[in-house]
């Protein structure tokens, strides 16, 4: 009730101010974004289509993400929103976006000429923007949105640093990776760092492990209730945080740091292996353009199933379509993601292109982030997702073991309890 009161009187001033109603010039796009760091990379792609085609492209930047989102919502409610949008919330809000009609079916647009402009894309960046035939949304089936970059979350290493422990090629299993960082703690170095203050980027690392231990199919069973959290497997996941900290392997205060204090640490050097996500291309470049590092998948435990990161479309823009520039608009986004102007994205603010025949001439690190799409995975587009108080017992379960509060099989035992209370409730509810 009070995010809608929120989005209700943000929507009024709206109405009352005039401001932010989009144009209904048949030569002009409106697009509202809150990516403040491509901001003037898209302004100067604006111009050059307006050169080529005559078509004014106006993008308004509202930030940071959630003002955006209150804006997008007020919108919606007063039904002004521009030609061409961002939706910045989980699928099933998006779906309700979908059937009140503001968001344009795009698939026919996308298999248009023998699929020639869905074939531009990465397919499990499309993944995010697609709702499949019987999805639980109740949305017609099709795709919704266009990607303008992709991002993965794996491993660096500090080159520097792994080559005064006595390493040219970084450790490939967890095995290894645990002698590697013995060597390196011995040094007098930090082996690891990550912002795990984060309860998602604990959350990420786990599951990484979690597919790889015991597959995607026994995870999924384990969000429907049907495998409990103190199976052996899942225990096994749990141990995996009590090594890192029985074999000194985490920063200390990896727990309470965030990732932006644990980027620090890794661009100047303070740490040989960070957890983070493609992102910090730019910002270790930001930090430290002399940092020599590399990009590795998180090392494995198993073979028995293969170790899936998280990964997918990063930021994706919608069609309005209820828009009189309907078309104008997808003829846009079509032009945005093309070759050409992906690659002067990625050039400009260091992101992984969503076309993924931009890959060729981009920077070492970046490509590698990009090889690792096709592990890649994605809460987004897994056919059931955990319940949001349990996933939140078992990420602040991590930290405890972390820490020495609680061990693996105690930590199993209180997200189960909390899981059964959670399929208990939805039972009574139907």
């Not at 792609?45 to 919502?73: C, H, M, R, W």
């Not at 070492?364 to 897994?382: Q, R, V």
């Amino acid at each position: 009730m009070k995010r809608y009161l929120a989005g209700l009187l943000t929507c009024l001033t709206l109405l009352a101010s005039g401001c932010g109603q989009p144009s209904h010039d048949s030569n002009t796009i409106t697009v509202w974004h809150w990516m403040t760091d491509r901001h003037d990379a898209l302004i100067k792609l604006a111009e050059q289509y307006e050169d080529e085609t005559g078509i004014t492209v106006n993008f308004q930047l509202f930030a940071p993400s959630d003002v955006y989102s209150q804006k997008i919502t007020a919108a919606a409610q007063a039904r002004i929103l521009p030609d061409i949008f961002g939706i910045l919330d989980k699928k099933s809000v998006v779906g309700e976006f979908i059937k009140s009609g503001f968001v344009a079916n795009l698939t026919e647009s996308f298999d248009a000429n023998h699929q020639e402009w869905r074939k531009w894309f990465f397919e499990k960046a499309l993944a995010v923007n697609v709702f499949d035939p019987d999805n639980p949304y109740g949305v017609e089936p099709g795709i919704y949105g266009v990607p303008l970059d992709v991002t993965t979350i794996q491993m660096v290493y500090n080159k520097d640093l792994l080559e005064q422990a006595g390493y040219k090629t970084p450790p490939k299993t967890f095995d290894e990776w645990i002698e590697a960082a013995q060597k390196i703690r011995a040094l007098g170095l930090v082996p690891f760092v990550s912002g795990w203050s984060e309860l998602w980027l604990a959350d990420c690392f786990s599951s990484n492990y979690a597919f790889n231990i015991m597959g995607e199919d026994k995870v999924m069973a384990t969000y429907r209730g049907e495998v409990p959290y103190t199976d052996p497997d899942w225990i096994r996941v749990f141990e995996i945080f009590q090594t890192l900290a029985e074999k000194n392997v985490v920063d200390q205060g990896i727990v309470t740091k965030s990732n932006k204090f644990a980027e620090q640490d890794f661009a100047l050097g303070r740490a040989a292996f960070a957890f983070n996500g493609s992102w910090c291309v730019n910002v270790y470049h930001g930090m430290n353009p002399d940092l020599r590092y590399g990009v590795m998948m998180p090392p494995e435990i198993s073979s028995k199933y293969p170790l899936l990161i998280w990964g997918g479309a990063g930021s994706s823009l919608m069609v309005n379509d209820a828009s009189p520039n309907k078309e104008k608009a997808v003829a846009f986004l079509k032009w945005l993601t093309a070759k050409e102007q992906q690659q002067y994205l990625s050039e400009a603010t260091k992101n992984l292109p969503a076309n993924r025949l931009a890959l060729a001439d981009l920077p070492e690190e970046l490509s590698d982030f990009g090889n690792g799409m096709a592990d890649s995975t994605h809460p987004t587009i897994w056919p059931v997702e955990e319940d949001a108080l349990v996933k939140e017992k078992f990420t602040k379960g991590l930290q405890s073991i972390i820490i020495g509060e609680s061990t693996p099989e105690e930590v199993a035992q209180e997200v189960q309890a909390v899981k059964e209370r959670q399929l208990q409730r939805a039972k009574n509810r139907r």
